[in-house]
């Protein structure tokens, strides 16, 4: 399997795991769970990024013009 | 003649798969067991009202809780027992027209987004949990309805695509009609199979990419690889499960049969074969029928796009089942049919090859000949598709359509009609015995003619009665 094939299985193989005890007689099939383990790692990544971006976001805020200002006459 | 208490009670055919429990037929009443592994969704439903609310609403098919007197078998391992209305006509998705499988796809999305509202889950996806009350989708099995468990996956993806998904593209993208495909394998249209038609320019859109190629090589590769790691299970937000069902809801609704193609039927509306006048007398005759008939099912062969069944409806008919062969006439049936709240099911299908039964010991899947019982029909214009189309003998037609209904309409067009004079164009004309005055004597062997119309040069409209 090619590089970028072998990195998408792997990762979609490693993020389903032990398949789920099915709820009913039906079976899900390999193609479907391995999809949504895409999107559930996409999901679970995206919240990572964009709690990091916030953070981000918050720390250059703090370094503005304005809040330096503001710190120097509240001494 | 068997009292109720003696008829048999037989577990219909098709419901085996499920260990929540199994539906009964007793005569004419319909039963469901519940087992103790779907006691438990069961209670919940209707204890917390959402069960009565969708009933309310007409999503889903009404019950009451029976004991198991009613049921008059040794219900061992039900915790309860459900009886549910008769559905007047039992069809199955491989005869539905593509706007109606359409419309049972969108229905069966919107009611899983609005059930994961109330943390309600299906367990499958379907497509024989869905009947038709005319033009209007309903949902047949409470089983399928438990409780969301957060974090868990669509487990009815799969079938979801299979059964739904997969044909209405098979329509929308490559141009053929889902049915035969279908029928042949009920189980549905495979992902792997589909991805290997659709053309480049649709299979790389981006929807196409996720749920149609991407998980036909996940599941090659899947099948191939012998070891998964063993890790905890990722969960996959409720938001995310969401925003897929509404993302293939979305793409669905934009799914339509290519406009390049024009069907039989719609080269024929602009071909029209009659006169205002004959138009009218053709109205006249078939009102005059109905409203002398009443019947309780109309049986309506070549439907074409739904007119006389909806003239019939009008007229007193309390059900009418269209059937036609033709995709772009089902299709206008089937629309016609929503737009004015008829009680109109249309089913497409041939004529001269209705479904058989079929399925696990070929019991499964009802034969259509059996499900569609009329007490009357109207044959307009069909005849001639039938004998020199089809090259099936006149007496086996007749005889056919006697035992569809006991009464009805046959509008016979002789070879001098411009449409036939098409049909014989470069073929050898090897039916001598097509003619008005021989189906009279074949007709006239089991059945009394009510009353007969000329409405044209070449059309004949015999009102029969079988004796």
Known sequence: ?75 | MTTETEQTVSRVAASYRDPSGQVFIRGERIFRTVTDVGAKDYEYLRDSGILSELQSSGDLVESKEVTSDDLGLDAAGAIYILEHPKIDFISYPYEWPFAALKAAALFHLKLQIDLLDKNIMFSDASAYNIQFIGARPIFIDVLSLRTYKDGEYWHGHKQFCEQFLNPLLLRACCGVPHNSWFRGNPEGISTAELSQLIPARHKLSPQCLMHIVLPAWLQKKGNKKASVTSRKLRPLPKNNLLRMLRQISNWIEKLNPPRRQRTIWDDYTLHSSYSSEQAEAKIAFISDFVSSAKPRVLADLGCNNGEYAELALANGAKKVVGLDADPGACDAAFKRACERELSLNVIQTDLANLSPAQGWLGLERQALGERLCADSMLALALLHHLVIGRNIPLPAVVDWLLDVAPQGVIEFVDKTDPQIARMLRFREDIFPGYDLKHLHEVLERRAKVVRECRISQSRTLIWFHRI
Do not use: C, N
């Open chain 1, 1 to 75: 399997m090619q590089g970028f094939a072998r990195v998408i299985f792997i990762g979609s193989v490693v993020f389903l795991a032990s398949i789920e005890p099915a709820f009913a007689y039906l079976d899900p099939g390999t193609g479907s769970m391995l999809l949504q383990g895409i999107l559930a790692a996409f999901a679970a990544t995206a919240g990572v990024v964009w709690t990091f971006w916030a953070k981000l976001k918050q720390f250059f805020q703090r370094m503005g013009p304005e809040d330096k200002h503001s710190r120097r006459s509240k001494r």
